[in-house]
């Protein structure tokens, strides 16, 4: 594994060693550096420290896995890959991302998973272990969020407005959602047994990074959110 | 970023910037980016150099683009403590003898001096930098029947909008605000911060995005003890303006920023509002917010977005306001800017991102995101500052 210390390098001469060692890669001592990792197209990308914003953005096939907390626009418009944060992510995660994973321990901030969308045969997913912030799937026209609310931090597992704007995709929250405030324009209802099937490849996932029993974490009821097609958008800001 | 505001007072800074006639001028062009702002504060009141908040602006540095930095420090002048510490920029010589001259028809001045500085290729172009330590006669603040801070705030004010080529900058009792043209970390190394010992610092990098950069333009921005470093872009501006117009504030500095330090002020000093209250009065929570709450509370928030609706700023930030004893830090009810708060034994720390936080403390505690709207409020302990 090839070893890069970060911490007398700025952004552009980090990414620069990054892009001429493809394979396995421990970065240390980083602290704020921004886009690492951006387009990578192979390799396993080991984070000691704090990266910066736009981590992995356009991301491209590689896997990029941060032992610590991640900051804002993580995997922006990533297109493949998998990024793995073992601890929380800032706001606006997973910004129009159309393919590839990520995978956060943690509490995601505010808009996570906001534009994702798919196409074809790219299906991103956004795994968030504890809270999501507000806005979370803020339009959202493809792909798969799951938030499974595991922190104990006493935080409600998605903060106000969830799903604004949504068009598409799947959001899966694990709670059966009483109390939560969706906007006219969505549906919530409990997961079906072949949705609950779907998702447990991320919860074993997520259980493989991370530790968690997947058993336990899927007993619990989950609700999916999906655009409401009978009540679509309409004369929000013209008559259409 | 800082919104669009075009009322040349000075047209000599677009030479400064590089930009003649021909070209366009910041403020017609758009650069997106973001302000980095900071801060450390003890709740014990421990002493802290400079050094530390000017580290916290390194990994930061992209959110700058050297046409602004600054930093905040409280409990900097126990020597002078009862007196306001009054910093200004000066055109040249007469301009300071005009300034000294009105200062003593209101104050005794217990002294004066130029403000240390280093000399580096970083930062040029820099004005007379003063200091005046000061506190308004008693026969005047009774003929006008007002108390001295009032008349300190007057006397800025007047000096700002009347005064040729001088800038009061800074207006605090036992604070002071460093601020020029250049990257952060090169202010704070420009203005020797390292021989400042303060018990709270706020710092700010600025990219300003429609308005000019000159000196008075880079945060903080401060008025009597209050101070503030904001990282966004007010859509509200002009309402606030005209608002705080009504007040005698009059806003000279060219950029957004200046307009929520008077409505600071405003609300905490003359309307003696709590500072919760004022959060909720420029980051009002939506309507539909309001109503999932209790009665009370519905009827507080209620009454505050009424009374104070021309307030509300909109638009995305997130700031921190200084104050003697403690400080503030507050986003758009939206969101729309980053912020990392966190601790470590008596110190909390702020930061537009957390690699900041960690370049003061790698060893940080408790590190969260506030929520949009959610005031961060941490003081010192009584009797400590």
């Given at each position: 594994m090839f070893h890069i210390d970060a911490s007398q390098l700025d952004h552009r001469q980090l990414n620069e060693q990054i892009q001429h060692h493809s394979g396995e890669l421990l970065i240390t001592g980083c602290l704020g550096q921004r886009f690492i990792g951006a387009g990578a197209e192979q390799g396993h990308l080991e984070i000691a420290g704090t990266p910066g914003n736009a981590l992995g953005a356009y991301l491209n096939g590689a896997c990029i896995e941060v032992r610590g907390n991640a900051q804002d626009a993580v995997g922006d418009t990533m297109n493949d890959g998998r990024i793995i944060v073992h601890g929380s992510i800032g706001d606006a995660a997973g910004y129009a991302m159309r393919g590839g994973e990520i995978y956060v321990q943690g509490d995601a901030g505010y808009r996570a998973g906001i534009h994702m969308k798919a196409y074809g045969d790219k299906l991103p997913a956004l795994v968030i272990g504890g809270a999501a912030g507000s806005f979370l799937g803020e339009y959202q026209a493809g792909g798969v969020i799951l938030v499974l609310g595991l922190s104990k931090t006493g935080r409600p597992i998605v903060s106000n407005f969830p799903c604004t704007g949504m068009h598409g995709g799947k959001l899966y929250l694990r709670s059966d959602c009483r109390d939560l405030l969706l906007p006219e324009q969505v549906e919530a209802r409990p997961a079906s047994e072949e949705e609950r099937a779907g998702?447990?490849?991320?919860?074993?996932?997520?259980?493989?990074?991370?530790?968690?029993?997947?058993?336990?974490?899927?007993?619990?009821?989950?609700?999916?959110?999906?655009?409401?097609?009978?009540n679509p958008y309409r004369q929000m800001y013209v008559l259409n | 970023m800082e919104k669009v505001r075009f009322r040349c007072k000075h047209a000599s800074f677009f030479f400064f910037l590089g930009v003649g006639n021909m070209k366009q001028i910041e403020g017609q062009i758009r650069i997106p980016s973001g302000c980095a702002i900071a801060a450390v504060i003890s709740r014990e009141g421990r002493l802290m150099s400079g050094e530390k908040i000017i580290a916290s602006m390194k990994p930061m540095h992209e959110r700058s683009n050297g046409l602004g930095g600054g930093f905040a420090a409280y409990g900097i002048y126990p020597e002078y403590r009862d007196f306001f510490a009054l910093h200004m920029f000066l055109d040249d010589r007469a301009a300071r003898k005009n300034c000294e001259a009105f200062l003593r028809e209101t104050m005794e001045i217990v002294?004066?001096?130029?403000?240390?500085?280093?000399?580096?290729?970083?930062?040029?172009?820099?004005?007379?930098?003063?200091?005046?330590?000061?506190?308004?006669?008693r026969s005047v603040l009774a003929s006008m029947q007002i108390d001295e801070e009032e008349c300190?705030?007057?006397?800025?004010?007047?000096?700002?909008?009347?005064?040729?080529?001088?800038?009061?900058?800074?207006?605090?009792?036992?604070?002071?605000?460093?601020?020029?043209?250049?990257?952060?970390?090169?202010?704070?190394?420009?203005?020797?911060?390292?021989?400042?010992?303060?018990?709270?610092?706020?710092?700010?990098?600025?990219?300003?995005?429609?308005?000019?950069?000159?000196?008075?333009?880079?945060?903080?921005?401060?008025?009597?003890?209050?101070?503030?470093?904001?990282?966004?872009?007010?859509?509200?501006?002009?309402?606030?303006?005209?608002f705080m117009e009504m007040f005698g504030y009059r806003c000279t500095l060219q950029t957004d920023t200046e307009v929520i330090t008077y409505i600071a002020d405003y609300l905490l000093r003359k309307q003696s509002l709590s500072l919760e209250e004022l959060s909720a009065v420029i980051a009002a929570p939506f309507w539909s917010t309001i109503k999932a709450k209790d009665k009370t509370a519905q009827e507080q928030l209620?009454?505050?977005?009424?009374?104070?609706?021309?307030?509300?700023?909109?638009?995305?930030?997130?700031?921190?306001?200084?104050?003697?004893?403690?400080?503030?830090?507050?986003?758009?009810?939206?969101?729309?800017?980053?912020?990392?708060?966190?601790?470590?034994?008596?110190?909390?720390?702020?930061?537009?991102?957390?690699?900041?936080?960690?370049?003061?403390?790698?060893?940080?505690?408790?590190?969260?995101?506030?929520?949009?709207?959610?005031?961060?409020?941490?003081?010192?302990?009584?009797?400590?500052?």
């Open positions: 998702i447990g490849r991320y919860v074993r996932n997520y259980c493989a990074y991370f530790g968690g029993d997947q058993d336990e974490i899927m007993a619990s009821p989950y609700t999916v959110i999906t655009p409401d097609t009978k | 002294h004066a001096e130029r403000i240390p500085t280093r000399t580096t290729p970083a930062i040029t172009d820099e004005p007379l930098i003063w200091r005046f330590f000061v506190t308004p006669l300190v705030a007057r006397t800025v004010m007047t000096i700002n909008t009347q005064m040729k080529g001088v800038y009061v900058f800074s207006s605090g009792k036992n604070m002071g605000v460093f601020k020029a043209v250049g990257f952060p970390e090169d202010v704070g190394h420009f203005y020797r911060l390292e021989d400042y010992e303060a018990y709270s610092w706020t710092a700010h990098g600025r990219y300003p995005t429609n308005t000019p950069g000159w000196w008075g333009g880079a945060h903080p921005f401060a008025l009597l003890d209050h101070s503030i470093v904001h990282n966004g872009e007010i859509s509200s501006y002009d309402a606030n303006r005209r209620r009454y505050l977005r009424t009374v104070f609706s021309s307030l509300l700023i909109t638009g995305p930030f997130s700031i921190i306001l200084g104050f003697e004893g403690g400080l503030m830090a507050l986003n758009d009810r939206l969101k729309l800017r980053s912020m990392v708060v966190a601790e470590k034994e008596d110190k909390v720390f702020i930061a537009s991102e957390e690699a900041a936080i960690r370049a003061m403390e790698p060893d940080v505690e408790n590190l969260f995101a506030p929520a949009g709207g959610e005031p961060v409020i941490v003081r010192v302990k009584e009797g400590q500052y």
